[in-house]
């Protein structure tokens, strides 16, 4: 048995359990992830995040050549003990579990760089929380491919968007709070042509009206393939406000507030030199810690 120091903490109600690293000695099994994600038997988690210097990782050490500054590797699993490219929700939480544990500095206005399995991602400190750029999105297979996406709740499949910010996700338009209320997303949406990697599925409904302040307005429930139902997902937030703007067309705004059980996020369109980049802002909260043997 092994005895570890952990972090319970969350953004948006989507949880995580945290573990500090540094020097990169602990090899968990998919079975040990499961088992602490585990909300019977475990701590309870959507994920597991694990903060090791990205000389020890090997992935890490690759996105350090990159860009040297990114000192901390973020170790993503998913609940049942999977790998994960990137979190939305989870680098700000990670972000915050450094800063408080002493392990890194960010000062008002600076930004500090992460890295994670689809690159090295900069945070910055809010008011209220993070704000984390994604980096450059596309569309899956250039056009958004050709899914059509059949869930418990929907009288027949709809047709889905596929987007991948880093991680792949589809989206599907729903027409009402009634429909994506009606949903029944313990089981795994099914996915025709299925994913090789598998989807993070997001089911989406305009607001009434769509754009108020010149800011655009959906509401969310998500999927997360590894994870079933969760209360938020932030790269899934970014791609559902992508997925809206793209449908809505010329004139569409490039800021959007995406609406999840568990709070609101914040979605930005950002230029960039190597193409636009997205923002996703939100709170970051810790909250407790503990000593568990795996």
Known sequence: MTRIAFTKGHGTGNDFVLIADPDGALDLTPQQVAALCDRRTGVGA?????????????????????????EWFMDYRNA??????????????????LLDAGLAELPGGGTL?????????????????????????????GDGGDVLVGARGLDVDRPGLGIDVGNP?????????????????????ALDPAPAQGANVEFVVPADPLVADGVG?????????????TRSCGT???????AT????????????????PGGVLGVRMLPAEDGEHVA????AELVYTGEIEI
Request: hydrophobic content about 40%; glycine content about 12%.
């Open 169 to 189: 996700h589809v989206v599907v338009a729903l027409a009402s709070d009634d429909e994506l209320d009606g949903l029944e997303l313990a089981h795994p949406p």
């Open 236 to 242: 899934g937030a970014v791609a559902a406000a992508l």
């Open 113 to 141: 760089p992460i890295a994670t399995r689809s690159g090295v991602h900069d945070v910055q400190r809010l008011t209220a929380g993070f704000s984390a750029d994604l980096g450059r999105w596309r569309l899956a297979d």
């Open 46 to 70: 959507d994920g597991l995040l694990r903060a090791v210097r990205s000389q020890h990782e090997p992935e890490g050490a690759t996105a350090l050549a990159d860009d040297p500054g990114a």
């Open 80 to 97: 049942d003990g999977t790998i994960a490219e990137m979190c939305g929700n989870g680098i700000r939480v990670f972000v915050r579990f």
């Open 217 to 229: 307005r959906i509401r969310m429930r998500v999927h997360e393939r590894g994870s079933g139902e």
């Open 280 to 283: 996703l802002s939100g709170p």
């Open 245 to 260: 703007r793209h449908w809505a067309g010329r004139g569409a705004p490039h800021e959007w507030r995406v609406s999840v």
